[in-house]
């Protein structure tokens, strides 16, 4: 069994299109990560949650939003996207700060033409 | 915030040690994580060090000083596979209580026959 999936892999589609990424462990961890990974291998934190909290990283344009229908799924919903959104996303969970472990997904390549 | 630097790139032969290093600065510290990226796939768990001193596994050990903001991450009669992409990571305690791994750009190391 994939410890955490994402959907889809691969994604092509136009400037402006509104675009989701689900994702979903079925680790019964508590917390979940997007990334971010551009053309340069990148691995930038997008955000963090967990059943108590969200955490954005600041420095994410607001068209980008988290969504958590339970604890198993952490989904990324694009809006408006732009050519510079073009990167692979890596959603990523932790079971707890005592093995520092965290757990990716396959990644989804998004290409915004 | 946090800055994390490490060498772009790094070559080395097979069968040789190699040492990828890691400075980092970040407000609060929480653990320093190695992760390895082959090309097109998902970073994989190596290495989590929390206190000082050598953590060795296998092949693979990874050196943490506290004090001096570094780490390295020694890889052992290397192998063709171990061509990948090393991350460096820490984690700041953020408010809430959680925990958001920082990765450095990382380490794209090249073994040659």
């Known amino acids: 069994d994939t410890a955490v999936s994402q959907t889809p892999k691969y994604l092509v589609t136009q400037m402006g299109n509104d675009k989701s990424i689900k994702c979903e462990q079925n680790?019964?961890?508590?917390?979940m990560y997007w990334y971010k990974q551009d053309s340069k291998k990148f691995l930038k934190i997008m955000f963090s949650?967990?059943?108590?909290?969200?955490?954005i990283n600041e420095t994410v344009p607001n068209r980008f939003s988290p969504k958590s229908p339970d604890k198993a799924h952490l989904n990324l919903h694009i809006n408006s996207l732009e050519l510079g959104d073009s990167a692979v996303y890596f959603c990523?969970?932790?079971?707890?700060?005592?093995?520092?472990?965290?757990?990716f997904g396959e990644g989804s390549r998004l290409t915004v033409l | 915030g946090q800055n994390i630097d490490q060498p772009t790139e790094m070559t080395a032969t097979e069968g040789a040690i190699v040492q990828i290093n890691c400075t980092y600065q970040?407000?609060?510290?929480?653990?320093l994580f190695w992760y390895q990226q082959h090309a097109g796939e998902a970073p994989t768990f190596l290495s989590y060090?929390?206190?000082?001193g050598l953590e060795e596994k296998g092949r693979f050990s990874s050196f943490l000083s506290r004090s001096k903001g570094y780490s390295y991450l020694l890889l052992k009669e290397l192998q063709m596979k171990d061509s990948a992409s090393y991350l460096c990571?820490?984690?700041?305690?953020?408010?809430?209580?959680?925990?958001?791994?920082?990765f450095g750009r990382g380490t794209s190391l090249i073994v040659h026959p």
């Open positions: 990523a969970s932790m079971r707890g700060w005592d093995t520092g472990e965290l757990f």
């Open positions: 680790l019964g961890h508590d917390t």
């Open positions: 949650y967990n059943n108590k909290e969200l955490i």
């Open positions: 970040t407000s609060g510290f929480n653990g």
């Open positions: 060090n929390v206190l000082d």
């Open positions: 990571a820490v984690s700041p305690l953020v408010t809430g209580g959680s925990y958001i791994p920082t």
